[in-house]
């Protein structure tokens, strides 16, 4: 985890691009592993644990209707997570994050260990949807780990593009 945190360090401050993360399921616990470096400020904006679904409807503006249609564990609202609170810090990358972490809370549809990152960047927004197994602290680490992962090969895409050929 060291080994791509540092490299997620170094690209963002070499590239000078900026990251904000808006949190359901993991607690914060990403904006946590992002700040544990010295000189991450230079880089993360902001962190927003939205876990209420008024959280997200409040500070994200995520629509009441969309999370009512969708569920609050979907692909649109993480996707509109991770727009918003690019959109409110004016970050380069935003990154949203809900899922089902557990142990109860799951159901037929979704169970316990789905988990959905959104990554919004000037590319545009992708979303993954993950089945985690393990403990509720099992399944927030791997979504935390999974959304670095995303984030690593983004911000290596971006600097493969903005370098001199």
Known sequence: MELILKQIHSLLIQHQLTLAVAESCTGGLLAKMLTDFSGSSGYFLLGIVSYHNQAKIRLLKVPAALIAKEGAVSAPVTRKMAHQVRKLSGADYGIGITGIAGPSGGTLLIPVGTVFIALASPAGCLCRKLFLRG??????????LSALQILARAVQRQAVRDSPR
């Open 135 to 144: 403990s509720r602290a099992s399944i927030r680490r791997q979504a935390a």
